[in-house]
């Protein structure tokens, strides 16, 4: 086996699939056909070149050891992935196809959750979300078989568990993440009972009555929906780009797509089909906060992407660690909790900015509480084979950290692959000590600010070569360290 070739392979791989997608998500062709492109490149996903690669790596040092455990994490990521393939394939066409009848018309199961949070009637909403339980229960036949496989598949590849295994592959220890995070979860909990309630208050209720779909609604928040046009979504991020000197339209290798297609998929996301040559970011704007956020979000990875250095091999510029890059997208996603940014961009009065501001916390306050819940389980869940009774424990978990009703049938639905909770969690602890870095390094007002912009451009030409933990020391931290994500949230909800 030759490892020039491997890589090669992987790098035409990588960018054939995201093709794959990219003509799918972007609404250009109905079929998915990412089978075919596995297809020709199997000789990557098997068991061999798995293990070939983990050996290189494990004999190698320094640079050359940091590029082949990407490469390995690759390897072997896609390995499982091709292993439990048909099991994807069956769930994701039973999804597509699911559809509930709400008031005698048959509704898409996909398009329940927005109408859920669109709807201003509680009990209407309960129904609703009562509906997808059958639905549930029949993806939970596919995603037990799915769950017992994955972990079936740590012990063949030599781990102890799936847990071992994702550490391994992704190079970072969960534990410290999980115990940072219980921390937390102990340090907030008086202000998020208090704030919750605050905010349930007006529909009668308080958080430990309230359901999922409760919070839902409160999060879709219509009120705020005039300070945050449809026609401003894209201009708003271009605007905020310039301030840190950075002109999106004279971007040659940033391509917006805001085109309305019919079957475009809906919510923003990023396409880096050449890093950092041709890096597409697609929108449709509907207007909203959210839809703000996520073109902020959307707008970070794009950057990132494209300022990617070039002469980095591949490894860089399209693995390594993904937190990096959430960090980056996150540090543009919060810039509405930011008041000196609110007050500049939106046209938006003082006595409803703080008013805004105190709903942005909780929200954030309530994601933070929320995957800190997840993470706790997920620790629990992918440390031993067997997942019997891990419903209920999803329940009292998830019910222990944010107050509220949890229905234990999601125990397998709310569960990404590979510790990505893991990873979000990472991003969003560094950000705030980024952003801190940042401010400190420029003004209180950073997003005005061209030095910020270049100091963004110098991490953002490293692509994702070095882990969140080594970009915290690189600025001057010791460690990643929630204390500044916590005091900025005390701070802002009393
Ligand atoms: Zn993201």
Do not use: C
């Not at 790098?11 to 998915?32: A, P, R, W």
Request: aromatic share 12%; net charge negative.
């Amino acid at each position: 086996m030759d490892i020039e070739k491997i890589r090669k392979d992987a790098e035409l791989f990588t960018k054939e699939l995201e093709e794959e997608y990219y003509q799918n998500l972007g609404g250009f062709k109905d079929e998915l056909n990412i089978s075919a492109v596995y297809d020709r490149y199997s000789h990557l996903f098997q068991r061999s070149t798995v293990d070939f690669v983990k050996k290189l790596r494990d004999g190698s040092e320094g640079e050359e050891r940091r590029q082949n455990s990407l490469l390995f994490s690759f390897i072997a990521g896609e390995y499982i992935g091709n292993m439990v393939k048909k099991l994807d394939e069956k769930y994701m066409t039973e999804d597509a196809k699911a559809t509930v009848n709400v008031d005698g018309q048959e509704v898409p199961y996909r398009s329940i959750a927005i109408m859920i949070a669109n709807e201003d009637s509680r009990e209407k909403r309960s129904e609703m979300d009562d509906l997808t339980d059958p639905i549930v229960e029949k993806h939970n036949e596919i995603l037990r078989e799915r769950m017992l496989r994955l972990h079936d598949l740590a012990e063949d590849l030599g781990y102890g568990n799936y847990m071992e295994m994702i550490e391994d592959l992704k190079g970072f220890r969960i534990k410290p993440v999980n115990d940072m995070m219980e921390k937390f979860l102990r340090d907030t909990e008086r202000i998020y009972v208090d704030a919750m309630n605050s905010a349930l208050e007006k529909w009668g209720i308080t958080v430990d009555g309230a359901e999922r779909h409760d919070v839902s609604y409160l999060f879709r928040a219509k009120e705020y929906d005039k300070y945050f046009p449809k026609e401003g979504v894209v201009e708003n991020w271009k605007a905020t780009m310039r301030g840190i000197g950075i002109d999106p339209d004279a971007q040659k290798n940033v391509i917006l797509d805001t085109e309305e297609r019919p079957k475009k998929y809906p919510r923003a996301f990023t396409m880096p089909l050449e890093v950092p040559d041709k890096v597409i970011l697609f929108i449709t704007p509907h207007g909203g906060q959210d839809d703000y956020q996520a073109m902020l979000h959307e707008g970070g990875h794009t950057e990132h992407f494209a300022h990617v250095d070039r002469v980095h091999p591949f490894e860089y510029r399209y693995l390594g660690d993904v937190s990096v890059s959430e960090t980056y997208a996150f540090l543009f996603n919060y810039l509405p909790t930011d008041e000196l940014w609110l007050k500049q961009y939106l046209n938006i009065g003082d006595e409803d900015a703080s008013d805004y501001l105190g709903f942005a916390f909780l929200n954030k306050l309530f994601f933070l509480r929320r995957y800190a819940s997840k993470i706790i389980y997920e620790v629990e869940l992918h440390s031993k084979r067997d997942i019997d009774g891990m419903d209920r424990r999803y329940k009292e978990i998830m019910e222990k950290g944010l107050k509220m009703r949890h229905k234990a049938n999601r125990y397998l639905l709310d569960v990404d692959d590979g510790f990505y909770v893991a990873q979000y969690l990472r991003a969003w602890i560094f950000e705030t000590q980024l952003r801190k870095h940042i401010i400190e390094k420029t003004k209180r007002d950073w997003f005005n600010s061209t030095a910020a912009g270049e100091i963004l451009k110098k991490l953002w030409s490293y692509g994702q070569k070095y882990s969140v933990e080594e970009l915290a020391e690189m600025v001057g931290y010791e460690k990643l360290d929630t204390e500044p994500m916590k005091d900025e949230i005390m701070k802002n909800l009393t």
